[in-house]
């Protein structure tokens, strides 16, 4: 009966340490990122844009969190900002046609046409490549 009660007691403990570590909040470019993903895929877009900020701040030469920052803000029709992150993306990686992608529809949402079909037409030469 004692080594049960034991048993018991440490479970909770492991328990309690498992929901203290998930509830503290992210320090490191790795966490924030993951803490954007989390609240983008909930459909809190300004709270991931957030997040993404913080991640930048600690890696600022990550490209993954300034594509995902992008799409967030477009999420929250912020074309303008979406651009400029695609083109901090396009910057860090030129070859990434999916950030070409993104932009192309970006500036079409903005009504840069002309914009728009450049970028597209870079995305599909990446991709045929």
Do not use: H
Request: charged share 25%.
């Amino acid at each position: 009966m004692k080594s049960c009660r034991l048993f018991r007691l440490g479970l909770f403990w492991a328990w309690l340490a498992f929901v203290s570590a998930c509830s503290t909040p992210p320090t490191t470019a790795a966490g924030f990122d993951a803490a954007a993903k989390e609240k983008s895929d909930k459909g809190d877009y300004d709270g991931a844009i957030a997040d993404y900020t913080k991640a930048i701040a600690l890696a600022p030469t990550d490209a993954v969190a300034y594509f995902f920052r992008a799409r967030a803000r477009e999420s929250n029709n912020d074309f303008d900002g979406a651009i400029a992150d695609y083109d901090k993306v396009i910057a860090l990686d030129p070859t990434n046609a999916e950030a070409y992608n993104d932009r192309g529809f970006a500036k079409e949402s903005r009504g840069d046409l002309d914009g728009a079909a450049a970028d597209l037409n870079q995305a599909a030469k990446l991709k045929s490549q």
